[in-house]
């Protein structure tokens, strides 16, 4: 019985030494460790928002950049080719890992696609994708059946 679990124990132990599983995805690791960039972030009762666009919605460009205790530095800044940016703060936010954020708009006429999102941490830029979605449909097509109007009563 000893041996058995001495094997055992032996197993997992090469198990961890040799490293992770296969089919787990590595994630690339920043030049500056603690830099992350996105846009938007998740809620407690709103998942999918990380890197997604959400329109008639505010977004926000979040970034966690090293500088003088909790605040980033004023030189931090965004850049993304279909957003334009705004008001920024430089300091920690309650439950986000972020230490800078920017309130940012979709400029007009972009196409739905996969779009960069720069920030500029004490001199080296970090880059995160994410992308804008369709435009959902905010007309009623004329002549459409409309739920609960009665049109489709005979």
């Not at 990380?50 to 505010?58: A, L, Q």
């Not at 970034?63 to 279909?82: E, I, N, R």
């Amino acid at each position: 019985m000893v041996r058995r679990v001495l094997v055992g124990v032996v197993a997992i132990g090469a198990a961890v030494l040799a490293g992770p599983a296969t089919g787990f995805a590595q994630q690339p690791q920043p030049d500056t460790p603690g830099v992350t960039v996105q846009l938007n972030d998740d809620t407690a009762y709103d998942l999918g928002l990380v890197n997604k666009y959400v329109y008639g919605e505010s977004n926000v460009a979040l970034a966690q950049c090293p500088g003088d205790g909790l605040k980033a530095p004023t030189s931090t800044t965004f850049a993304s080719p279909v957003l334009s940016v705004g008001k920024y703060d430089y300091g920690p936010l309650v439950g986000v890992p972020a230490n800078v954020s920017a309130e940012v708009d979709l400029k007009e006429g972009t196409a739905p696609g996969h779009y960069p999102l720069t920030v500029n941490c004490n001199g080296k830029t970090y880059t995160a994708t994410f992308s804008v979605p369709p435009r959902q449909v905010s007309a009623i097509p004329s002549g459409a059946a409309r739920a609960g109007d009665g049109s489709m009563a005979s």
